[in-house]
Each structure stands twice: as C-alpha cells, then as structure tokens.
Nanobody, 124 residues
C-alpha cells in the first residue's frame, strides 16, 4: 500500500504563487510515477501534471503549461507542484496520485493510489 498526503493549499490572489506538496509513504513509493489532478464541483477530475520516478520525464495539461512546475525529491518521498501566475479558473481541489507503472500518464484510471486532496482557491 501507498499513502499520499497533500499539503500547502490555501487562498491566493490572482497572479500569485503557491506550492503544494504530496508526501508519499509505503512500499517502493519512490519508484512510482506521480501525478497531480484537480476537480471542481460538478466536473470530472482533470489532469494537471505528472512526473516519472526519476524526475526525468514530465507532462503538463495545456492549461497550466508554462505556469506550473512538477518536481520530486525522492530522498524525502515528496512531490511538489509549484503554481505561478495563478488564475481564478485554477481554483479546485488538487489531488496527488501515484501510478505503479514506470511511465507518465495523463489518465485518471491509470493511477492506483490517491490522496485526500487540498483546496486551492484563487481570488480575482
């Protein structure tokens, strides 16, 4: 089993920055591909960013490309999402997810483990 705990969410003004974190624990967590997804009420969970186990491969949704950066520190079993130039439409619950395969996936269904989510609110 792998446990994921997100932190760092909060309220920020449009144009501001926020970094959210995901601490992983459990078996072989450092070898997992990791992803960030987000969800707003009434909408499906959508892909934001993903990173492979080594950090050498990343993928981003077009809506966040150039503004968000995903990274990981395997020594700390932690994945980060640095969010810059935030917009009100970035407001959502952000979920961390782990994929037991070695590749980078944008699909919700490919992820095996999920955190509880952290709320990010961007005010206009």
């Amino acid at each position: 089993q792998v446990q994921l705990v997100e932190s760092g969410g909060g309220l920020v003004q449009a144009g501001g920055s926020l970094r959210i974190s995901c601490a992983a624990s459990g078996r072989t967590s450092r070898w997992l591909a990791m992803g960030w997804f987000r969800q707003t009420p009434g909408k499906e969970r959508e892909f934001v960013a993903a990173i492979n186990w080594s950090g050498g491969s990343t993928s981003y949704a077009d809506s966040v490309k150039g503004r968000f950066t995903i990274s990981r520190d395997n020594a700390k079993n932690t994945v980060y999402l640095q969010m810059n130039s935030l917009k009100p439409e970035d407001t959502a619950v952000y979920y961390c997810a782990a994929d037991a395969s070695l590749g980078v996936s944008t699909n919700v269904g490919d992820y095996d483990y999920w955190g509880q989510g952290t709320q990010v609110t961007v005010s206009s």
